[in-house]
């Protein structure tokens, strides 16, 4: 837990505009500042950051909140991550807890220490007579000593027990190693033994280049071919990709990233200087790894394997970027090569032009589709337009998208004008949500939805409105979910006094409704006459409320009706006219 003063202390002493301003380029926008959104795709500014109040609100994405919550959202981190990285820059010491010196280990820090620890055994193992298989497989591949030692790469020596027993000599529990995933419990007798036998290793890092987990390769033709650490609380498998504290830096540089599925396929690579790469461990990408990589750059190639799986893998891993905002191109290799095989026939120079002559989503996608049903058919005429033009619905610039309708059009001898209606019915979806990817759901008219936010924004401006509206708004009036959460969050804290409620709107401005706290607080801003402000939010709010309550009424007296219980309609009847005459219920 932190504090409440500690992180009342870095909210105080930081400038929200100094902050984000270290992360995007800032222009003043009369008394705010404006930048392209991070966390959805756009191209005229909606992001803005309110120095006075200090909150941040996208108009686009609906995004939002302080300084913490920025952090939060734009590094991926958890609220004591984001506290521990903003309290240098305060000049706040925030206290150790648990994981202070001295201190006995939190979980986290000891499945840290348990995954270092096997990490450096099977390193050292590597270089060891019993790892000699392993460097052989290695050299046969062409991999070199400084690439084994940059990617830490290991040995885990043919033993039932080699890393329980080093393990236990260091002091890690076997109950440790074995939540680490690295030792596995016997079946129906007591004790262990280590998962990865007679393998060799691949350490797996989190994005901040802390081993997380492992991935194992045999050395000959038995199964299966890889073994993979199971989830742990520290490796989150949906969430991390392969070499990316690696690559950071030079995807920043060439803000472009080439995905490959495997250790090996990176490895190759990576090892001719072609730096930024990640491999994604496995057959799909997931959206929390597009969230990650979109931190770098929204330019991507993916060059997965030339075979039936890879071209499933790529074909889902498109959709999947291009719903997250990303502009996407698809090296497609020939049937039987991987990136491995391809930067060993190429060289470096030729796999950097591989690169950057990807096809891009259209051109590849559809040369696959009419490999795989015939065009000339109206069966596959259909087929092909059923999996590209959900494709196309998703490419979030409208004149390329025209462009690729007309293209397909063209390509299979098909009225552009048909194909658009088509492509009109096309649900708008996204593949997996994101912090910068809200998911829209059908709220209250826009008008009340106004209302209710700008009303939230007045109270959390002054806290003195706080009394007038809870006394003239009910919990039940309003719509919006999240601005009744926080309305209730206030209402709970109101009884503890002036000092409580103040509290409960900092910590507002950066918990789960951090972005409507924003976004109300943003409405607010815009209100010379908040008094007068209020008089209309509530009027409003409770006019809308009211005509809620009456439909919703109505439709149970015509469902009552419709049965023909005629005790049950009078009764309703009775309720319906009660709510015209008005009645208000209480927060409570």
């Known amino acids: 837990m932190i504090p409440e003063p500690v992180v009342r202390q870095i909210q105080d002493r930081l400038d929200i505009v100094e902050v984000i301003a270290g992360y995007l380029p800032l222009k003043r926008a009369g008394g705010h500042y404006k930048a392209v959104c991070p966390f959805h795709s756009e191209k005229t500014p909606s992001f803005m950051v309110n120095p006075t109040k200090q909150i941040f609100h996208c108009f686009g994405c609906g995004v939002g909140g302080d300084v913490i919550s920025f952090v939060m959202k734009y590094e991926h981190l958890e609220f004591p991550e984001a506290i521990r990285l903003l309290a240098p820059k305060a000049g706040v010491e ?238 497609g290799l020939p049937p039987g090569e991987d990136p491995d095989s391809a930067a060993r026939r190429v060289g470096a120079d030729g796999f950097r032009r591989l690169l950057a002559e990807a096809d891009d989503v259209f051109a590849y996608k559809l040369k696959l589709l009419r490999r795989r049903h015939d065009p000339a058919t109206v069966e596959g005429k259909v087929a092909i337009c059923g999996e590209l033009l959900p494709t196309i619905k998703r490419v979030p610039n409208a004149p390329q998208a025209s462009e690729y309708v007309r293209a397909l059009a063209d390509a299979l001898k098909i009225r552009e004008e048909d194909l658009r209606i088509e492509l009109s019915r096309i649900p708008v979806k996204g593949v997996g949500d994101g912090p910068w990817r809200p998911r829209l759901a059908a709220g209250p008219p826009p008008a009340a939805a106004t209302a209710e936010h700008l009303l939230l924004g007045i109270v959390l401006d002054d806290p003195r409105y706080w009394a007038r509206v809870q006394t003239d708004v009910a919990a039940d009036d309003l719509a919006d979910a999240p601005v009744r959460a926080a309305f209730l969050q206030l209402a709970a804290q109101a009884e503890r006094g002036p000092e409580a409620v103040a509290q409960a709107v900092q910590a507002l401005k950066h918990g789960e409704l951090a972005s409507v706290v924003a976004r109300a607080l943003m409405e607010c801003e815009r209100t010379d006459d908040k008094a007068r402000a209020m008089d209309d939010c509530i009027r409003r709010i409770r006019g809308a409320a009211r005509r809620r309550k009456l439909l919703a009424k109505q439709a149970e007296i015509q469902a009552a009706e419709s049965a023909g219980d005629e005790p049950q309609t009078t009764a309703l009847i009775g309720e319906y006219n009660q709510l015209v005459k008005g009645s208000d219920s209480s927060w409570r």
């Not at 393990?167 to 419990?185: D, E, F, K, N, S």
């Not at 540089?253 to 200087?273: K, N, R, T």
Request: glycine share 10%.
């Open 94 to 331: 925030v206290p150790q807890g648990r994981d202070g010196p001295g201190a006995k280990p939190s979980d986290g820090a000891a499945l840290q220490q348990a995954v270092e620890f096997a990490a450096g055994l099977f390193q050292r193992a590597l270089h060891q007579p019993a790892g000699a298989a392993a460097r052989a497989y290695l050299q046969r591949r062409g991999v070199t000593a400084a690439s084994m030692e940059a990617l830490r790469l290991g040995y885990a020596a043919d033993s039932w027990d080699t890393l329980l027993t080093a393990g236990q000599a260091a002091g890690i529990a076997p109950a440790m190693l074995a939540r680490a995933g690295l030792c596995v419990p016997r079946d129906g007798a007591t004790g262990w033994y280590d998962r990865f036998r007679g393998r060799l290793m691949f350490p797996v890092w989190d994005h901040k280049g802390k081993v997380a987990g492992f991935g194992g390769r045999v050395l000959d033709e038995s199964q299966p071919k890889y073994l993979n650490s199971p989830e742990t609380e520290i490796y989150l498998k949906s969430r991390i990709l392969y070499g990316l504290h690696l690559a950071a830096p030079h995807i920043r540089e060439h803000d472009l990233v080439a995905i490959v599925e495997g250790y090996v396929d990176f490895l190759i690579p990576y090892q001719m200087g072609i730096r930024h790469l990640v491999a994604s461990m496995g057959t799909s990408l997931t959206a929390d790894q597009v969230h990650v990589l979109r931190r770098y750059t929204k330019r991507v190639v993916i060059v997965y394997d030339g075979d039936y799986a890879g071209e499933l893998a790529t074909l889902r891993g498109l959709d999947l970027l291009l719903s997250e905002g990303m502009s996407v191109r698809v090296v």
